[in-house]
């Protein structure tokens, strides 16, 4: 299901699972915001992300249905120490 997502991309497929939206300037970044909206596009891309229609500077993310199911998937592979790099 999340096969092909990069160290980071999981990771922040992680904790957009908990958060559920992300906007530039809320305070949590990878990095920094632009690097962010990086992960956050690829993902989108990937149909784990949507981008909210009613954003009209089309910043505000969203994690969709089968991104927190990736997301959980990722969870569980985690907690059984299967670490993938």
Not at 4 to 17: E, H, T
Not at 69 to 81: I, N, P, Y
Request: net charge positive; hydrophobic share 30%; aromatic share 8%.
């Amino acid at each position: 299901m999340s096969k092909g997502l990069g160290k980071r991309q999981r990771a922040w497929l992680k904790v957009m699972a908990r958060r559920e939206t992300w906007t530039p300037g809320c305070g949590i970044t990878w990095d920094n915001d632009s690097g962010t909206k990086l992960i956050c596009d690829t993902l989108v891309e990937k149909e784990f992300l949507t981008k909210d229609p009613e954003d009209q500077h089309h910043c505000r993310y969203r994690v969709t249905e089968k991104g927190k199911q990736a997301a959980h998937m990722l969870e569980m592979h985690d907690a059984w120490g299967h670490h993938a790099d």
